[in-house]
């Protein structure tokens, strides 16, 4: 499979731009099975006010962005996978979406919120799921659910062989947690990460770049700079992922003690 990832920096509460900046990279790409764009797409990131995600929150997938993604899709018949700040009646969500060239797939959101993000989101309340596309087995995460292995452990264990991360990074940590995500799962995994600095209303959070693709053997098969917009492909065999042997003796999953595992 051709996957990939799309690095680069929202304009803050501008859909349009967002979406018109989205197509202009993705139009000159060639072919690809699976794109993943960074969380909350659509909007950028440091609300302060919720007429701030009024003005750029949208349902799904009846709405404008996810519209487009959907017509993106259809025209370069692959799947993306992208973060939107959606909206249910008066409830936020930070989520992301899965369309492919027949339409909607499916969305997921997140569950494990950040920092101020508690102040405008709702934190989902469904369980990860696994959607097949093509060949592949995809499962989704936002950002955050990096640090709790359960996210990771949870997608492998219902049949996930990619992980798509859409994701607005600020700590430092991520881009090699996902390495132990990756090796301790044997999956691949896709961070799509922003760029840049975001400033309103005296807060601001600088974005870490290096969107990378990881293997189930731990290597990094792509990676971002710090700094620059850009949008890069790597070919993968799945076959790799659906492998959980470590060695002849030892299964990744199978020599799990879950009898002993009552704390989880």
Same mark, same amino acid.
């Given at each position: ?38 969380? @909350? ?11 701030? @995600? ?28 992208? =973060? ?21 797939? =499916? ?7 950040? %920092?101020?993000?508690? +102040? ?24 955050? %659910? ?22 607005? @990074?600020? +700590? ?6 996902? +390495?132990?995500?990756?090796?301790? /799962? ?6 799509? /990460? ?40 790597? %070919? ?6 659906? /492998? ?6 030892? /299964? +990744? ?6 009898? @002993?595992? %009552?704390?989880?």
């Amino acid at each position: 499979m051709e996957v990939g990832f799309l690095q680069f920096q929202p304009e803050f509460c501008n859909v349009e731009v967002n979406q018109n900046k989205i197509f202009s990279f993705v139009e000159k790409a060639k072919g690809f099975d699976l794109l993943v764009l960074p969380e @909350l797409a659509n909007s950028g990131y440091v609300f302060t006010k919720r007429s701030e @995600l009024e003005k750029v929150a949208e349902t799904i997938p009846s709405g404008y962005f996810v519209e487009k993604l959907i017509e993106l899709a259809k025209q370069k018949d692959g799947f993306i996978i992208s =973060g939107v700040c959606e909206k249910k009646e008066a409830v936020f969500f930070n989520s992301s979406v899965i369309v492919g060239p027949e339409g909607y797939i =499916g969305k997921y959101r997140k569950i494990h919120l950040f %920092d101020r993000e508690k +102040l405008f989101f709702e934190p989902g309340l469904k369980t990860f799921e696994v959607f097949e596309i093509r060949e592949a087995k995809v499962g989704m995460m936002i950002c955050f %659910d990096w640090i709790f292995p359960e996210s990771a452990r949870i997608l492998a264990l219902k049949g996930a062989e990619i992980i798509a991360h859409p994701a607005n @990074l600020v +700590l430092p940590y991520s881009q090699t947690a996902m +390495l132990a995500r990756s090796i301790e /799962n044997k999956v691949f995994t896709i961070t799509a /990460n922003r760029i840049g600095k975001e400033e309103n209303s005296g807060i601001s959070l600088t974005f870490t770049g290096q969107s990378q693709i990881t293997s189930p053997e731990m290597e990094i098969l792509a990676q971002a700079s710090k700094n620059q917009e850009e949008i890069r492909f790597v %070919d993968i065999d799945c076959k790799l992922a659906r /492998n959980k042997w470590i060695n002849e003796r030892n /299964n +990744l999953f199978d020599d799990r003690r879950k009898e @002993l595992y %009552d704390v989880l």
